[in-house]
Protein backbone atom coordinates (compact mmCIF):
# COMPACT_ATOMS: atom_id res chain seq x y z
CA UNK A 1 0.00 0.00 0.00
CA UNK A 2 1.38 3.25 -1.25
CA UNK A 3 1.64 6.10 1.53
CA UNK A 4 1.55 9.79 -0.17
CA UNK A 5 3.56 10.37 -2.77
CA UNK A 6 4.41 13.74 -3.81
CA UNK A 7 6.00 14.71 -7.35
CA UNK A 8 8.62 16.21 -7.99
CA UNK A 9 10.98 15.87 -5.37
CA UNK A 10 13.30 18.89 -6.14
CA UNK A 11 12.44 22.30 -8.01
CA UNK A 12 14.39 25.65 -9.08
CA UNK A 13 12.41 28.59 -9.73
CA UNK A 14 13.07 32.26 -10.48
CA UNK A 15 11.01 34.91 -8.69
CA UNK A 16 8.09 35.38 -10.62
CA UNK A 17 7.38 32.24 -11.93
CA UNK A 18 4.55 29.92 -11.21
CA UNK A 19 4.80 26.48 -10.14
CA UNK A 20 2.70 23.48 -9.19
CA UNK A 21 3.11 20.68 -6.79
CA UNK A 22 1.48 17.51 -7.26
CA UNK A 23 0.54 14.96 -4.24
CA UNK A 24 -1.33 11.76 -4.26
CA UNK A 25 -3.02 10.42 -0.88
CA UNK A 26 -2.73 7.29 1.10
CA UNK A 27 -5.48 4.74 -0.21
CA UNK A 28 -9.09 5.25 1.01
CA UNK A 29 -8.01 8.66 1.87
CA UNK A 30 -9.86 11.65 0.82
CA UNK A 31 -8.18 14.66 2.34
CA UNK A 32 -5.55 16.53 1.64
CA UNK A 33 -3.80 18.99 3.87
CA UNK A 34 -0.32 21.08 2.54
CA UNK A 35 1.81 22.85 4.83
CA UNK A 36 5.32 25.13 4.35
CA UNK A 37 8.04 24.12 6.20
CA UNK A 38 10.63 26.76 6.07
CA UNK A 39 14.07 25.80 6.86
CA UNK A 40 14.52 25.18 10.54
CA UNK A 41 11.11 25.54 11.45
CA UNK A 42 7.77 23.78 11.95
CA UNK A 43 4.95 23.01 9.41
CA UNK A 44 2.91 26.31 8.39
CA UNK A 45 -1.12 25.24 7.56
CA UNK A 46 -1.21 26.41 4.06
CA UNK A 47 -4.96 25.02 2.99
CA UNK A 48 -7.00 21.61 3.62
CA UNK A 49 -9.10 20.15 0.75
CA UNK A 50 -12.19 17.58 1.04
CA UNK A 51 -14.95 16.89 -1.80
CA UNK A 52 -12.68 18.91 -4.04
CA UNK A 53 -13.85 22.37 -2.43
CA UNK A 54 -11.07 24.58 0.07
CA UNK A 55 -12.36 23.87 3.52
CA UNK A 56 -9.61 25.54 5.98
CA UNK A 57 -7.30 27.88 5.06
CA UNK A 58 -4.14 28.89 6.81
CA UNK A 59 -2.95 32.76 6.73
CA UNK A 60 -1.35 32.58 3.47
CA UNK A 61 -1.57 35.05 0.86
CA UNK A 62 -3.62 34.54 -2.60
CA UNK A 63 -1.00 33.66 -4.38
CA UNK A 64 -1.22 30.24 -3.08
CA UNK A 65 -3.91 28.26 -4.24
CA UNK A 66 -4.98 24.22 -5.18
CA UNK A 67 -7.17 21.68 -6.46
CA UNK A 68 -8.24 18.39 -5.94
CA UNK A 69 -9.22 15.86 -8.01
CA UNK A 70 -12.39 12.98 -8.37
CA UNK A 71 -9.65 11.07 -7.30
CA UNK A 72 -8.81 13.25 -4.20
CA UNK A 73 -5.03 13.78 -5.61
CA UNK A 74 -4.15 17.43 -5.31
CA UNK A 75 -2.26 19.96 -6.93
CA UNK A 76 -0.59 23.34 -4.99
CA UNK A 77 -0.22 26.34 -7.28
CA UNK A 78 1.95 29.41 -6.33
CA UNK A 79 2.50 32.54 -8.46
CA UNK A 80 4.40 35.22 -8.53
CA UNK A 81 6.93 33.22 -6.80
CA UNK A 82 9.16 35.28 -4.11
CA UNK A 83 12.77 34.31 -2.88
CA UNK A 84 10.68 33.76 0.53
CA UNK A 85 8.57 31.53 -0.71
CA UNK A 86 11.50 28.48 -0.88
CA UNK A 87 10.63 25.73 1.73
CA UNK A 88 9.80 22.23 1.94
CA UNK A 89 6.05 21.53 0.73
CA UNK A 90 4.32 18.80 2.70
CA UNK A 91 1.32 17.21 1.52
CA UNK A 92 -0.67 15.19 4.31
CA UNK A 93 -3.83 12.83 3.97
CA UNK A 94 -6.23 11.89 6.00
CA UNK A 95 -9.53 10.23 6.12
CA UNK A 96 -12.95 12.11 6.27
CA UNK A 97 -12.37 14.97 8.79
CA UNK A 98 -15.59 14.14 10.78
CA UNK A 99 -14.00 11.64 11.48
CA UNK A 100 -12.96 11.76 15.24
CA UNK A 101 -9.92 9.03 15.37
CA UNK A 102 -7.68 9.97 12.45
CA UNK A 103 -3.95 10.49 11.48
CA UNK A 104 -2.79 12.50 8.83
CA UNK A 105 0.23 10.63 6.79
CA UNK A 106 2.57 13.14 5.45
CA UNK A 107 4.59 12.50 2.32
CA UNK A 108 7.95 13.12 1.54
CA UNK A 109 7.74 16.99 0.48
CA UNK A 110 8.84 18.76 -2.05
CA UNK A 111 11.57 21.10 -2.06
CA UNK A 112 10.87 24.32 -4.27
CA UNK A 113 13.67 26.70 -4.16
CA UNK A 114 13.33 30.11 -5.65
CA UNK A 115 16.34 32.20 -7.01
CA UNK B 1 -4.64 31.91 18.76
CA UNK B 2 -3.71 28.29 19.12
CA UNK B 3 0.10 27.96 19.33
CA UNK B 4 2.59 25.52 20.40
CA UNK B 5 6.30 26.37 22.04
CA UNK B 6 9.13 23.66 22.38
CA UNK B 7 12.16 22.99 23.61
CA UNK B 8 14.65 24.51 20.89
CA UNK B 9 17.49 22.93 19.91
CA UNK B 10 20.13 20.98 18.58
CA UNK B 11 20.83 18.52 21.65
CA UNK B 12 22.96 15.75 21.82
CA UNK B 13 22.55 13.06 24.05
CA UNK B 14 24.69 9.79 24.75
CA UNK B 15 23.19 6.74 23.92
CA UNK B 16 20.88 5.40 26.97
CA UNK B 17 20.62 8.56 28.09
CA UNK B 18 17.25 10.11 29.42
CA UNK B 19 15.67 12.69 26.96
CA UNK B 20 12.07 15.28 27.34
CA UNK B 21 11.48 17.94 25.12
CA UNK B 22 9.24 20.04 26.95
CA UNK B 23 6.42 21.66 25.12
CA UNK B 24 3.62 23.79 26.11
CA UNK B 25 0.40 25.24 23.91
CA UNK B 26 -2.30 28.05 24.11
CA UNK B 27 -5.59 26.95 22.69
CA UNK B 28 -9.20 27.74 22.73
CA UNK B 29 -11.27 24.85 23.64
CA UNK B 30 -9.93 20.93 23.70
CA UNK B 31 -7.53 20.45 21.07
CA UNK B 32 -5.45 17.13 20.24
CA UNK B 33 -2.46 17.25 21.18
CA UNK B 34 0.75 15.28 18.97
CA UNK B 35 4.48 14.42 18.66
CA UNK B 36 5.51 13.99 15.12
CA UNK B 37 9.05 12.88 14.23
CA UNK B 38 11.29 13.63 11.18
CA UNK B 39 13.99 11.79 10.32
CA UNK B 40 16.43 12.78 7.97
CA UNK B 41 15.33 13.03 4.40
CA UNK B 42 11.84 11.79 4.97
CA UNK B 43 8.19 13.48 6.03
CA UNK B 44 6.80 13.93 9.01
CA UNK B 45 5.82 10.31 11.16
CA UNK B 46 3.12 10.62 13.61
CA UNK B 47 5.16 9.31 17.19
CA UNK B 48 2.20 9.42 19.62
CA UNK B 49 -1.01 11.64 20.16
CA UNK B 50 -3.71 12.12 23.10
CA UNK B 51 -6.80 13.46 22.20
CA UNK B 52 -8.28 14.36 25.83
CA UNK B 53 -6.59 15.56 29.74
CA UNK B 54 -5.06 13.10 31.38
CA UNK B 55 -4.44 10.63 28.19
CA UNK B 56 -0.83 9.27 27.84
CA UNK B 57 0.34 8.69 24.30
CA UNK B 58 3.21 6.16 24.01
CA UNK B 59 5.08 4.36 21.12
CA UNK B 60 8.52 3.05 20.62
CA UNK B 61 9.28 4.01 24.11
CA UNK B 62 8.10 7.28 23.74
CA UNK B 63 5.40 8.82 26.50
CA UNK B 64 3.36 12.23 27.04
CA UNK B 65 0.52 13.13 28.90
CA UNK B 66 -1.74 15.85 27.88
CA UNK B 67 -1.82 18.23 30.77
CA UNK B 68 -4.53 20.76 30.76
CA UNK B 69 -3.69 22.01 34.02
CA UNK B 70 -0.59 23.09 32.65
CA UNK B 71 -1.24 23.37 29.20
CA UNK B 72 1.52 20.97 28.46
CA UNK B 73 2.81 17.59 26.82
CA UNK B 74 6.13 17.14 27.14
CA UNK B 75 7.86 14.06 25.65
CA UNK B 76 9.42 11.28 27.83
CA UNK B 77 11.78 8.40 27.03
CA UNK B 78 14.20 6.59 29.32
CA UNK B 79 17.06 5.91 27.24
CA UNK B 80 17.06 6.77 23.97
CA UNK B 81 18.86 5.26 21.33
CA UNK B 82 20.76 6.19 17.72
CA UNK B 83 18.27 5.55 16.02
CA UNK B 84 16.07 8.14 17.89
CA UNK B 85 18.25 10.93 16.28
CA UNK B 86 15.77 13.09 14.55
CA UNK B 87 13.81 16.30 14.71
CA UNK B 88 10.83 16.46 16.89
CA UNK B 89 7.62 18.22 16.40
CA UNK B 90 4.91 18.93 19.04
CA UNK B 91 1.73 19.77 17.50
CA UNK B 92 -1.89 20.30 18.26
CA UNK B 93 -5.09 19.91 16.18
CA UNK B 94 -7.68 22.68 17.49
CA UNK B 95 -10.77 20.69 17.58
CA UNK B 96 -9.58 17.08 16.76
CA UNK B 97 -10.36 15.34 13.59
CA UNK B 98 -8.67 15.29 10.99
CA UNK B 99 -8.33 19.16 11.33
CA UNK B 100 -5.30 22.09 10.46
CA UNK B 101 -2.20 20.87 12.69
CA UNK B 102 -0.44 23.89 14.14
CA UNK B 103 2.98 23.21 15.15
CA UNK B 104 5.86 24.01 17.10
CA UNK B 105 8.98 25.15 15.47
CA UNK B 106 11.27 21.42 16.42
CA UNK B 107 14.16 20.11 18.39
CA UNK B 108 16.90 18.54 16.68
CA UNK B 109 18.03 15.37 18.72
CA UNK B 110 20.90 13.54 17.72
CA UNK B 111 22.25 10.59 19.80
CA UNK B 112 25.88 10.19 19.73
CA UNK B 113 27.01 5.56 20.45
Known amino acids: DAGVTQSPTHLIKTRGQQVTLRCSPK?????VSWYQQALGQGPQFIFQ???????QRGNFPDRFSGHQFPNYSSELNVNALLLGDSALYLC??????????????FGPGTRLTVT | GNSVTQMEGPVTLSEEAFLTINCTYT??????LFWYVQYPGEGLQLLLK?????DKGSNKGFEATYRKETTSFHLEKGSVQVSDSAVYFC????????????FGKGMKLTVNP
Open chain 1, 92 to 105: ASSENFRTETYEQY
Open chain 1, 27 to 31: SGHDT
Open chain 1, 49 to 55: YYEEEER
Open chain 2, 27 to 32: ATGYPS
Open chain 2, 50 to 54: ATKAD
Open chain 2, 91 to 102: ALSPRGGSEKLV
